[in-house]
């Protein structure tokens, strides 16, 4: 009868197995990557390129200064705790699948008296009344106790994958970090050289108009130009300097965010920005044919929510083993010393077991809700993971899109420049020879003034979908094992 009853369980076993299947590993999930970019890559999707892309630039202090970002970053000391956090938790989920041993030791002195009466009274000190003295007995003992939980359906397995997952996931959270603040730092700064462009524009535009505003006044002095014309000339001047005030306003406030991101005192920090060239032009485009869509892996919170999925998937699996039996073994041996009045008796103590064998059988539906739970997070990763794929697509093709149209700009733009400056100085001249009215002078000025400022504000526009690219590239990092080695991310998580 029990041998019949160990077959039907040996036969239930597996269908029950496969009734609870776990969900799908993480390579099975499939995400909407494209086969390739719309828009060509500058860099070709090369690694290297991407390690060097900020001394693409040739700015030392620009380099400096992500440096400096990197180490003050609260968010990249925070993902490095949490990287300390995730390796505990591994080391903890990986012993579980080991004996436990303790030791104990252990000393107690005492005595246990009886009490004795005699016959009918007396005090005497005869054998049949009085009190009977036990003597002090010592008792040593020291020992070793293990237990053993043996993994039968893996369970504590899946709790050490998952662990070790959430450990990858949090080192690569951490290199995205870096990228951030790295890619911030970058966008603020080269917001504060455009912002300076933009104040050399202002000042000169300023300068202008207030020499405009000093000879008209002459002018109408002499009787030779009317009031109205010279009240013009100085509203322009008061517009052009307040305009000046807010640039120069605008600067201040980019080198204090430069301040804060890299922790560099604000004096030190505006000496090194006023000695640097404003002007720097970026890295070529160079266009190619088409980029694999396996350029996302080098994005570090891709390979995070893959890996999110990864032990959510095993954390399914674990929770789904509580409901099998559990089988667990224990042992100790020690030895025991007893002393007692000269006497003294050493013993040896051994044990195996108990050998015992834990059967749910009714827990309210607590283990089937966690199965449950365990799996709707499972899902949850899942959509997580394919929206970061997504998003990830997006930022990759809006930043060359930005890149590419930017850049087929810059050369209108320019020419732009040039011939409303060519206008200017004409109506300059015409209008000191008296052969052009004021009005006409102050609108060919506004107009040159809207050119210059829009050629900066491309050249911003530019420099930010520069930027925006390295970052929806994943800023050089590489996933573990992958054959392609980098110089960016040459620092590695705090261990």
Same mark, same amino acid.
């Given at each position: 009868? =029990?041998? %019949?009853?160990?077959? &039907? !369980?040996?036969?239930? #076993?597996?269908?029950? /197995? $496969? +009734?609870?299947?776990?969900?799908? @590993? ?63 938790? =591994?080391? %903890?989920?990986?012993? &579980? !699948?080991?004996?436990? #041993?303790?030791?104990? /030791? $252990? +000393?107690?002195?005492?005595?246990? @008296? ?63 970090? =870096?990228? %951030? ?315």
């Amino acid at each position: 009868m =029990r041998n %019949s009853r160990l077959r &039907a !369980l040996r036969l239930a #076993l597996p269908l029950l /197995l $496969s +009734a609870c299947a776990l969900p799908r @590993p993480p390579e099975q999930v499939t995400a909407p990557t494209p086969t390739q970019w719309t828009t060509p890559l500058p860099h070709g999707g090369s690694l290297p390129m991407l390690a060097d892309w900020w001394r693409q630039f040739d700015d030392p202090l620009l380099v400096e200064l992500i440096d400096a970002a990197q180490a003050a970053s609260p968010s990249v000391a925070s993902a490095a705790a949490r990287i300390a956090e995730a390796r505990a938790t =591994r080391v %903890s989920a990986g012993a &579980a !699948l080991a004996p436990n #041993l303790s030791a104990n /030791l $252990s +000393a107690s002195r005492g005595n246990s @008296p009886t009490s004795g009466f005699g016959g009918s009274g007396g005090t005497g000190t005869g054998t049949g009344s009085g009190l009977t003295a036990i003597p002090p007995i010592t008792t040593l003992q020291a020992g070793l106790q293990s237990s053993w939980e043996i993994d039968l359906f893996g369970g504590l397995r899946a709790s050490r994958d998952a662990s070790q997952a959430r450990l990858a996931g949090a080192d690569a959270k951490w290199h995205e970090a =870096r990228v %951030s603040v790295a890619a911030e730092t970058a966008t603020t700064y080269l917001g504060e050289r455009a912002c300076r462009r933009q104040l050399a524009v202002a000042t000169s535009d300023t300068q202008s108009r207030a020499e405009t505003a000093r000879l008209t006044d002459l002018s109408m002095r002499a009787g030779f130009t009317a009031p109205a014309e010279a009240a013009l000339a100085r509203a322009g001047a008061s517009d052009a300097s307040a305009r000046l005030t807010q640039q120069r306003a605008q600067c201040a406030l980019l080198q204090q965010a430069l301040a804060s991101l890299s922790g560099i005192d604000a004096r030190t920090l505006q000496a090194r920005l006023d000695a640097a060239p404003v002007d720097r032009a970026l890295p070529a485009v160079q266009a190619v044919a088409s980029v694999p869509a396996e350029a996302l892996a080098q994005r570090p919170d891709v390979y995070s929510a893959e890996l999110g999925v990864a032990a959510a998937s095993a954390e399914a699996g674990a929770a789904l083993a509580q409901r099998f039996p559990r089988l667990s073994l224990q042992g100790s041996i020690g030895r025991l010393q007893i002393r007692t009045s000269g006497f003294r008796e050493t013993m040896d103590t051994w044990t195996i077991g108990p050998v015992a064998l834990t059967v749910p059988i009714f827990d309210g539906g607590t283990l089937a809700a966690n199965v449950d739970a365990a799996r709707a997070r499972y899902d949850e990763s899942v959509a997580l993971y394919r929206a970061n794929v997504r998003q990830a697509v997006r930022e990759v093709e809006e930043a060359l899109i930005n890149l590419q149209s930017t850049d087929a700009r810059a050369g209108d733009v320019d020419a732009a420049v040039q011939n409303y400056q060519a206008s200017f100085d004409a109506t300059s001249a015409r209008y000191q020879g008296g052969l052009a009215s004021l009005f006409e002078l102050e609108d060919s000025r506004r107009t040159l003034f809207a050119a210059q400022t829009a050629r900066v504000s491309l050249q911003r526009e530019r420099a930010e979908a520069w930027v925006a690219l390295y970052r929806s590239m994943g800023g050089g990092w590489t996933r573990p094992g992958s054959p392609t080695t980098t110089t960016s991310t040459t620092s590695s998580p705090p261990s």
